[in-house]
């Protein structure tokens, strides 16, 4: 008989089945020992502190399914921040206008980084290190001090709780409604996490497009031979991957009222956003995982930042103590390769 | 006779100047189940990698049902209804049995994957092929060889072809898949679509197909109805007459008896499904060969003794000593030195960018080392033996390696292991795809070798070579030595009759 449906899947997906069991304990203690725990202001700080990274982090996933890596996703993130804090201000049409642009400026970024992969046929690795350079050059233009502009009104109400987002724009009786009620709490960064989730991701993982992207990753030879649109895949997932780096610009633009066009600050997100993939248990040789899971990942390394705060350790211990988490974490994933019977298709 | 459904005109594939196929007229009709027969390198590969779109002709046209075509990628014949179950599954590993049964033309809703009708589709398909017992989601790592290979023929299935490739589709398989792949070929012969079908198990050929195709060194020799040929007259076509290879003298055959304790000795040798029990010994001073078709576990036994695979079972006796060695370093620095000659000598062999010195030296740096350091002078000295010893045709040592023809990278190879001055060598098919000249020179080193005294275990899929070098050839079937050939029996005829598991006396 054929395994139960929840014992296969746990089987199937035990390095993000871990890592979401990690988070939930972690974060569950975290409010435990936090003054105020399990509030709806704590939630809501903590969800600003990780929508930019998580989105990084699901950019970053999606090259990586495919064995790559894409370098240029904090540089990406970056510079639709400094887009955004110049445009998305102004009337409201103004600013739909501003937050489409930016939305279109990563995408478009992201499909030149995959059209010189496939066209120019060069390593993702160092197409991207050589094109997340640029994008940070493109940010100094637009931005060549930190600053901006960002609608106000627009600010307060996405990092915030969903009833300020409804009480800033007097939708659902100023946020009073009763259907209303049970989600008031919820923080904003949140849903908007959720929801490009579910309209993006989800949908982009039940396409042929999708499932060829983790075809490459997991065995490109037999995705050739089965028919399957390699090029194209290759193309979507960077574009994908330029798309989700500016929803994490944008929101950082959003969220500080300000475009910075930070050296130091995108290479930090791009190698957060490697950490985070791992962290979830997508494979970097590609084939397994997912974005979620990096969702997941992302969070795990925000949350050990929290302890720093409220436990009073030396925040100079951060790094070593991120370091090592990642180390023993990364180190399960290793155990696999005790089971090969072949040593050579270790080098394979 | 319905007209032919794929048809080969003038049909010649050259790979880097080596002919792979030269003018080959072939046809195939609907409603027959047509055999391929050759040695190994006839050319049955290219052939149907010819009609799948993966490689093209370099010359010649192809047909289906009477027109022209040429297909630019697998996915265009596939559209066109030529479906192919390659040797190598085209299976990808990460993904479910149902994501993988209609990989490229899921079932859609809405614009997107529809799951539950891709289960639904992934049952009936396996249900169609009596696997009833392979779940839908389960990720095709998970899955043994011969349930990946059932798959594979349910995601062929689900194509519609009007043409089925199956090269070496049952090898993998058990008994019951194997009679439920021939249940299914009958009834697709029932309606109408052509199967080719290349295997090496002549009596599923026998058994099976209506009419027989053989090749041979790239030529298409003849094709007959089934019944037409004896077993015996198929393994002369499938031999010909080949120029015979300038071979060294060979010793005298010693006696069983009087050999002596041998430097290797195997016995009940097993892995994985792969090796099944290989008993053999070699003796210092003898040549013994494996032969048998590709794939019969040469390969794994090789590297089951230089200490690659894990989980080997079986007695292993070398030079004394109980045991197979933990891995390849071990093997080549034990009391015993073994070195192996690997398959691809440009992945496991060589690193090719690296100079030609660097790689003669590879094996060998604790030689010409001094402390940490390696000491200039004599590494100079070795690397000029090396190069002088196989007579390597070099430019310059520090030449990168890749820059040497295919003969000159195989002595490379050669000659950085023989640095380590090994008491066994391994040689796993050394002559693939190199110049008749550089062939002989390697025949002559492997005498030279054995009458030093060295133990010599020699796999090549070439028959002639087998039977001009060495002392005594085992035979390789499933992963068992099915018999053991020396002195007169060493033929030609025997190799292949052995190799395909048949009795030609008895034919």
């Known amino acids: 008989m054929h395994q139960p449906a929840w014992k296969r899947w746990l089987q199937q997906n035990l390095g993000f089945a871990s890592a979401l069991l990690l988070l939930l304990t972690i974060y569950l203690v975290y409010n435990m020992l936090h003054p105020r725990g399990f509030s709806s202001a704590v939630a809501v700080q903590n969800a600003n502190e990780t929508a930019a990274i998580a989105f990084v982090a699901m950019a970053q996933t999606i090259p990586v399914l495919m064995g790559g890596l894409d370098l240029s996703v904090g540089a990406v993130m970056t510079l639709t921040n400094c ?5 998305v201000n102004g009337s409201p049409a103004e600013i739909v206008f501003g937050m489409i642009a930016t939305l279109l400026a990563g995408t478009a970024f992201g499909l030149a980084n995959g059209l010189i992969v496939v066209y120019g046929r060069i390593q993702p690795i160092i197409a991207t290190l050589a094109t997340g ?16 502009d960002v609608d106000g009104d627009l600010g307060w109400a996405l990092t915030n709780s969903v009833w300020d987002f409804a009480d800033t724009y007097g939708l659902a009786d100023g946020g009073d409604a009763w259907w209303l009620r049970p989600f008031a709490d919820i923080p904003m960064p949140l849903i908007i996490v959720i929801l490009v ?21 997991s065995a490109e030879g037999a995705a050739f031979m089965s028919g399957l649109p390699i090029a194209r895949a290759k193309i979507a997932a960077f574009t994908l991957a330029g798309f989700f780096a500016a929803c994490g610009g944008l929101y950082l633009a959003i969220q500080t009222s300000s475009g910075n066009a930070d050296l130091q600050q995108a290479g930090a997100y791009t190698l957060n956003s490697i950490a985070a993939v791992v962290l979830g248990g997508t494979s970097l040789l590609g084939g397994i995982g997912g974005a979620v899971a990096s969702l997941v990942g992302a969070a795990i390394l925000r949350v050990i930042s929290f302890y720093f705060r409220i436990l009073d350790i030396d925040p100079l211990l951060q790094p070593l103590i991120e370091g090592l988490v990642l180390l023993i974490a990364v180190s399960f994933g290793a155990i696999r390769t005790l ?6 298709d270790l080098f394979r | 006779m319905s007209q032919p459904i794929v048809e080969y005109r003038g049909i010649s594939k050259y790979f880097a100047g080596v002919r792979a196929l030269e003018k080959v007229d072939f046809s195939c009709r609907a409603g027959s189940i047509h055999g391929v027969l050759g040695e190994n390198g006839a050319g049955k590969s290219t052939l149907i990698k010819i009609m799948a779109g993966v490689l093209r002709p370099d010359a010649g046209e192809m047909l289906l049902d009477g027109r022209p075509v040429s297909f630019a990628e697998p996915q265009a014949a596939a559209d066109a209804g030529i479906v192919c179950m390659f040797q190598e599954l085209s299976l990808v590993p990460d993904l479910s049995v149902a994501d993988n049964i209609s990989i490229a033309r899921p079932p859609r809703r809405f614009g997107l994957i529809d799951r539950r009708a891709q289960v639904a589709r992934a049952e009936a398909l396996l249900a169609r092929v009596r696997c009833e017992d392979i779940d839908p989601n389960a990720l095709v790592r998970e899955l043994s060889l011969s349930r990946r290979q059932m798959v594979e023929i ?6 519609d072809p009007k043409v089925l490739i199956l090269d070496e589709a049952t090898s993998a398989l058990t008994a019951r898949d194997v009679q439920t792949v021939y249940d299914l070929l009958a009834e697709l012969k029932a309606q109408g679509v052509a199967s080719l079908f290349i295997s090496h198990r002549m009596h599923e050929v026998d058994q099976l197909c209506d009419t027989l195709s053989v090749f041979r060194n790239g030529r298409h020799i003849e094709t007959f109805a089934k019944g037409d040929k004896s077993e015996r007259d198929i393994v002369r076509l499938m031999i010909g007459r080949d120029v015979e290879a300038q071979f060294p003298p060979k010793p005298a055959p010693v006696p069983a008896a009087e050999r002596g304790a041998p430097l290797l000795s195997v016995q009940g040798l097993a892995w994985q499904n792969r090796l099944n029990g290989i008993d053999l010994a070699v003796h210092p001073g003898e040549i013994v060969g ?5 794939g019969q576990g040469q390969k794994e036994l090789l590297l089951a003794l230089f200490g690659v695979l894990r989980d080997v079972e079986g007695a292993v006796v070398i030079g004394g000593r109980k045991g197979i060695p933990g891995s390849p370093a071990a093997a080549r620095s034990g009391r015993t030195r073994i070195a192996l000659v690997p ?5 496991e062999g060589l690193m090719l960018a690296m100079p030609i010195a660097d790689n003669l030296l590879a094996a060998s740096f604790a030689r010409i080392s001094r402390g940490p350091f390696i000491d200039p002078a004599r590494a100079r000295k070795a690397v000029d033996d090396g190069i002088e010893r196989l007579r390597i045709k070099t430019g310059s040592a520090s030449d ?14 050669i000659a950085k292991w023989l640095m380590i001055d090994p008491d066994i060598v391994l040689l796993n098919d050394p002559t693939r795809g190199i110049d008749v000249g550089t062939k002989q020179e390697i025949y002559r080193l492997m005498r030279e070798l054995a009458n030093a005294g060295k133990a010599i275990l020699f796999y090549s899929s070439d028959y002639a070579e087998l039977i001009g070098c060495c002392d005594r050839v085992s035979v390789l079937y499933g992963g068992r030595v099915v018999s053991e050939k020396e002195g007169d029996q060493l033929t030609e005829e025997g190799l292949i009759a052995a190799s395909l598991n048949i009795d030609v006396e008895a034919a």
């Not at chain 1, 887009?83 to 445009?87: K, P, Q, V």
């Open chain 1, 83 to 87: 887009i955004a804090s110049e445009f």
């Open chain 1, 133 to 148: 350079a640029i994008a940070i050059g493109l940010a100094l233009i637009v931005r060549p001090k930190p600053g901006g």
């Open chain 1, 197 to 217: 989730t579910v309209l993006v991701w989800v949908p982009f993982r039940r396409s042929v497009t999708g499932r060829t992207v983790y075809a490459i990753g």
């Open chain 1, 339 to 344: 089971r090969v019977k072949n040593k050579l």
């Open chain 2, 154 to 159: 349910a995601k062929a299935l689900g194509r």
């Open chain 2, 290 to 294: 494996l032969g048998g078709l590709d």
């Open chain 2, 343 to 347: 398959e691809d000598r440009k992945t």
């Open chain 2, 400 to 413: 990168p390696v890749m820059t040497l023809s295919g003969g000159n990278q195989q002595k490379v190879v």
